[in-house]
């Protein structure tokens, strides 16, 4: 039996109402009909406020034909104004809350990862209102079926994942934003107060099942629950990337996590003899860096910086975090052990050498990198990837005041002769300035 989406709703409605339901759901097709599609407008508040969890964990068997509806009521296009699926956004915000607490009731996995994506690319085209959906379900959503979801099914939220953090970066509303940290018995593992990428941190807490790790070098051994966890996330990371996804806006507190991740996966590659694991690490070490990273040439931006509080303000980041943070970066990448494997190695290498860019970028107008302190902490981070600063393009992503400050005001001799090398526009500048004219 095939339903135009008004009748469907209608039906659903009276469904959810407790009347008697006639409908074998079982057999039903629901289909758009632009003749009459408008017409579900006028359920809409009815229809939002059915869906909440006891309503569609009693009538679970309504779960499929939900989904179809929502299917076709997100992804339904407006030729005007904010599109008809933006009339929706707070039902589709209803019923992923309510699977997210519920979805083993519910079922239907497949379909609700489906109405999940279109949900997500609607938000970044619709750009509501913080309440008129839950981040917490969202993120909650991908902790729970994450191993379930098909990477297209994740991908708008993957990239809309910064700007959810953005939204809810300040006041109480932090609060509901995901934390994740790794720390040793030396730290205190407290959580940041810097928002982190909900995108990023929705990946590892449903590939590893928490958001916090204490460890000490013993766990990366194989048999160790920590190191057995690395090879969850490192296979979770290597499907996602390997379906063309990207995580964009990772700031530098989300770049943090991945250099320790980095740093513990070799740890763990170097301490088991199984080439098929250290092939899954490798994966996984290619894949979160392909993930969290920029294109190797694309030019930095302010807006868009890793040295902001968020990817969406042009403002650099002031937290008296931020030292302490860069201290533990530098130190994760000397302490990360060389595993001889080429692809762990090079995608180390381009780690660092983009920290080292992206913090080199706003290093002459952040008090953090412009000060004696900041200075030596920026040519630690350039020592970690000296050998991805020596050709031209390693440089392509700063522009020439940037590449002028570091000739002249860095400190850096061995960063300064690299550029002056590769960079013959820069000789006259840099000459003038050091005979102080």
Same mark, same amino acid.
């Given at each position: 039996?095939?339903?135009?989406?008004?009748?469907?709703?209608?039906?659903?409605?009276?469904?959810?109402?407790?009347?008697?339901?006639?409908?074998?759901?079982?057999?039903?097709?629901?289909?758009?009909?632009?003749?009459?599609?408008?017409?579900?407008?006028?359920?809409?508040?009815?229809?939002?406020?059915?869906?909440?969890?006891?309503?569609?964990?009693?009538?679970?068997?309504?779960?499929?034909?939900?989904?179809?509806?929502?299917?076709?009521?997100?992804?339904?296009?407006?030729?005007?104004?904010?599109?008809?699926?933006?009339?929706?956004?707070? #039902?589709?915000?209803?019923?992923?809350?309510?699977?997210?607490?519920?979805?083993?009731?519910?079922?239907?996995?497949?379909?609700?990862?489906?109405?999940?994506?279109?949900?997500?690319?609607?938000?970044?085209?619709?750009?509501?209102?913080? %309440?008129?959906?839950?981040?917490?379900?969202?993120?909650?959503?991908?902790?729970?079926?994450?191993?379930?979801?098909?990477?297209?099914?994740?991908?708008?939220?993957?990239?809309?994942?910064?700007?959810?953090?953005?939204?809810?970066?300040?006041?109480?509303?932090?609060?509901?934003?995901?934390?994740?940290?790794?720390?040793?018995?030396?730290?205190?593992?407290?959580?940041?107060?810097?928002?982190?990428?909900?995108?990023?941190?929705?990946?590892?807490?449903? #590939?590893?099942?928490?958001?916090?790790?204490?460890?000490?070098?013993? @766990?990366?051994?194989?048999?160790?629950?920590?190191?057995?966890?690395?090879?969850?996330?490192?296979?979770?990371?290597?499907?996602?990337?390997?379906?063309?996804?990207?995580?964009?806006?990772?700031?530098?507190?989300?770049?943090?996590?991945?250099?320790?991740?980095?740093?513990?996966?070799?740890?763990?590659?170097?301490?088991?003899?199984?080439? #098929?694991?250290?092939?899954?690490?490798?994966?996984?070490?290619? =894949?979160?860096?392909?993930?969290?990273?920029?294109?190797?040439?694309?030019?930095?931006?302010?807006?868009?910086?890793?040295?902001?509080?968020? =990817?969406?303000?042009?403002?650099?980041?002031?937290?008296?975090?931020?030292? =302490?943070?860069? @201290?533990?970066?530098?130190?994760?990448?000397?302490?990360?052990?060389?595993?001889?494997?080429?692809?762990?190695?090079?995608?180390?290498?381009?780690?660092?050498?983009?920290?080292?860019?992206?913090?080199?970028?706003?290093?002459?107008?952040? @008090?953090?990198?412009?000060?004696?302190?900041?200075? %030596?902490?920026?040519?630690?981070? #350039?020592?970690?990837?000296?050998?991805?600063?020596?050709?031209?393009?390693?440089?392509?992503?700063? %522009?020439?005041?940037?590449?002028?400050?570091?000739?002249?005001?860095?400190?850096?001799?061995?960063?300064?002769?690299?550029?002056?090398?590769?960079?013959?526009?820069?000789?006259?500048?840099?000459?003038?300035?050091?005979?102080?004219?």
């Amino acid at each position: 039996m095939k339903l135009n989406n008004n009748e469907a709703m209608k039906r659903l409605v009276e469904a959810y109402s407790g009347r008697e339901d006639r409908t074998d759901w079982s057999n039903v097709v629901i289909e758009p009909d632009p003749a009459t599609d408008a017409n579900c407008i006028s359920y809409g508040s009815t229809f939002e406020r059915l869906l909440t969890t006891k309503n569609l964990c009693d009538k679970a068997h309504l779960t499929k034909p939900l989904c179809a509806l929502l299917k076709n009521l997100l992804a339904a296009p407006g030729e005007k104004g904010p599109g008809f699926g933006n009339f929706f956004v707070k #039902a589709g915000a209803r019923f992923i809350s309510a699977y997210a607490e519920r979805g083993e009731t519910l079922g239907s996995s497949a379909d609700a990862s489906e109405v999940f994506s279109l949900f997500n690319a609607l938000l970044s085209k619709h750009d509501p209102s913080i %309440g008129d959906y839950n981040v917490k379900a969202v993120t909650d959503f991908v902790r729970g079926y994450l191993d379930e979801m098909k990477p297209e099914d994740l991908r708008s939220f993957l990239s809309y994942g910064s700007m959810l953090t953005h939204k809810h970066q300040e006041d109480e509303h932090q609060e509901s934003l995901k934390k994740f940290v790794i720390y040793d018995r030396t730290q205190d593992g407290e959580f940041p107060t810097l928002p982190m990428n909900q995108a990023l941190l929705s990946v590892y807490i449903g #590939a590893l099942g928490r958001a916090a790790y204490c460890i000490e070098d013993v @766990d990366h051994l194989p048999e160790q629950p920590f190191a057995q966890s690395l090879l969850r996330l490192s296979d979770e990371l290597h499907r996602i990337s390997d379906a063309g996804c990207h995580i964009p806006g990772c700031q530098l507190v989300d770049l943090h996590l991945v250099s320790q991740t980095i740093t513990a996966i070799s740890k763990a590659y170097s301490h088991t003899d199984d080439s #098929a694991v250290r092939r899954r690490y490798e994966q996984g070490v290619s =894949a979160l860096v392909a993930l969290t990273l920029k294109e190797p040439t694309s030019k930095l931006t302010h807006l868009g910086s890793v040295y902001a509080a968020t =990817a969406h303000t042009k403002k650099a980041l002031v937290s008296n975090e931020t030292p =302490a943070m860069i @201290d533990r970066m530098i130190e994760a990448a000397q302490n990360r052990p060389a595993t001889g494997s080429p692809v762990i190695e090079s995608c180390a290498l381009r780690f660092n050498r983009q920290v080292y860019l992206e913090l080199a970028f706003r290093a002459s107008k952040a @008090d953090d990198l412009n000060s004696v302190e900041g200075k %030596g902490r920026l040519q630690a981070l #350039a020592d970690v990837a000296r050998d991805g600063l020596r050709s031209r393009d390693d440089f392509s992503p700063l %522009g020439k005041g940037q590449k002028l400050w570091l000739t002249m005001h860095s400190d850096d001799e061995r960063t300064k002769m690299s550029l002056l090398e590769t960079h013959p526009e820069l000789h006259k500048t840099t000459f003038v300035h050091d005979l102080g004219v």
